[in-house]
């Protein structure tokens, strides 16, 4: 790749002053950013053939979604306003639990389109079950031009909490769901040049005995490998885990070694005091996921209470049934503003810091702090650019804050993942956008067709 000069941008660096250049620049070459500063300074320096002119632009870093489910993209809009319960045992459930892999690979797909179409360049998918295909969606990852994380999902008791309800579809065997998963971290970790990496998926509580979550610990630190689970997102976690551990899920997951700087807990919404402290002493990040909280009224994360007391905490989007959209710009706006409404403190999540969440939070949160999630030399070149001109940012008075309270995914226009341009102008070079949407809609109404899910809606449809 030729080297390349984002100039004439309002460069929002979040680095360790937080700088951001007005008539900015940000030199690339390779994978990795070289050069920032004001655009005069780096033309004196450098003059490379190929620029982009990022005047009327703001250029961020890739924002990093902490908790993705890609099987669920094709499912959006299927368990709209629904008790938690049912939105699993009789949409989600039967839905996911009738997926073959070219079902898998195609919401995938459709899935990183909308990230990267929203300014996502990194994520963490959180549960890949074997019947999606873990190889065609690796493979996806990889023609995607992004950054990912896989967690292949491991499970020997097919519930939810105390409930012995599993749809038989998504059941999975012990030995066999943790073989496949070094198996695939065997295949694919590392590949693409780092950017695809393999993690441990453990179902959430009650889906795993405790010498399965032993198991998984220990192998996952035999290869410095991440782990993500869902832990506290409804209260009956709580409930289950002190009835059967007689401690807090974080307790438990403590125990039996599942909190480790590696490990990214999405929604740790019903934590005690103790249980933050457990958090920030065992540097265990969390992936907040406000929209999803908030849809399923599962409560409301203590995110600036985890933040005070040293928590690294991230965002997540979650799933299409669940949020229902891929867009961190407008899961960011939610973010800010529960926590102001929960604490009746306008004061508390500035834009700044829901956006410091999204990025650096992100970055460490994916082990890759010192590589990613802010725009300085020696970082790989993962960029966004946003678009000013759209007029609900107009007259631009304050950047962050446009991005965060007045944009969404739509305003992104360029998107650079390892110092490669695989949007540009909204246009995206690595996927085909038309044939994924056409695939997405053929295969969604035959799974529903074959299920027989009906949907929940309250339209009158003719
Ligand atoms: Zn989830």
Redesign the pocket.
Known sequence: MEPLLIEHGVVVTLDADRRVIRDGAVMVEGTHITDVGKTDELHRMYAPAHTINASRKLVIPGLIDC?V?LAQALIRGCADDVSLLDWLGKYVWPLQGNFDAEDGKVSAKLCMLEMIKSGTTSFIE??THTRYGFDGIAKALEESGMRGCLAKTIMDTPAYGRKQMMYEGMIEDGERSLTETTTMYDRWNGKANGRINVWFGPRSLGACSKALYERIAEEAAKRRAGITM?LC?VKEDLQYARRKFTKSPVAFANQVGLLTPRTVL??AVWLTDRDIATLSKTRTNVSH?PS?NTKLASGIARVPEMLKKGVNVAM?C??GP?NNSYDMIREMKLAAYIHKVRLSDPMTMPAETVLEMATVHGARAIGMEGKLGTLEPGKLADIVLVNLDSVHMVPNNNHVSDLVYAGTGTDVDTVIVDGRIIMENRDVKTLNEREIIGEARERASALLARTGVKLTTHSNYR
Do not use: T
Request: charged share 15%.
């Open positions: 908790h489910h959180s549960m869902h997102e999405a929604h996921c999803s997540g979650d799933g669940s």
